[in-house]
């Protein structure tokens, strides 16, 4: 059974930096699609960081710039480096993984669903 737990979320000042983790059990991070997705209170679920099997990633306009998404395959871990918060980054940020589609992970593959969530982990940037 996959299960993968956030941590890392705190409360911080505008313009500081927090670095979150996920740390999966269950399977290997290094054969799966992987993501970091967040939700502000009132708003949807956006995701902002996606790492594929071969440790490509890519990001969200919104975060571009400021977040970096890795991979430790020794630790079976995903992390989320964010630089220059924002009262705006202000949410609860969950990691996700699923399997790639063939030989591809989002967002290469429309559609695609992971299967595989956190419970998430609590981010508050106060101005």
């Known amino acids: 059974q996959v299960q993968l737990a956030e941590s890392g979320g705190d409360s911080v000042q505008a313009g500081g930096s927090l670095t979150l983790s996920c740390k999966v059990s269950?399977?290997?991070?290094?054969?799966?699609?992987m993501g970091w997705y967040r939700q502000a209170p009132g708003e949807e679920r956006e995701r902002i960081a996606t790492?594929?099997?071969?440790?490509?990633?890519t990001y969200s306009d919104s975060v571009k710039g400021r977040i970096s998404i890795s991979r430790d395959n020794a630790e079976n871990t995903l992390s989320l480096q964010m630089n220059s918060l924002k009262p705006e980054d202000t949410a609860t940020y969950y990691c996700?993984?699923?399997?790639?589609?063939?030989?591809?992970?989002?967002?290469?593959?429309?559609?695609?669903?992971?299967?595989?969530w956190g419970r998430g982990t609590l981010v508050i940037v106060s101005s």
């Open positions: 996700a993984a699923d399997w790639p589609v063939g030989d591809s992970c989002p967002p290469a593959v429309p559609r695609y669903e992971y299967n595989h």
């Open positions: 269950g399977y290997v991070v290094s054969i799966f699609c």
């Open positions: 790492i594929d099997v071969d440790g490509t990633p």
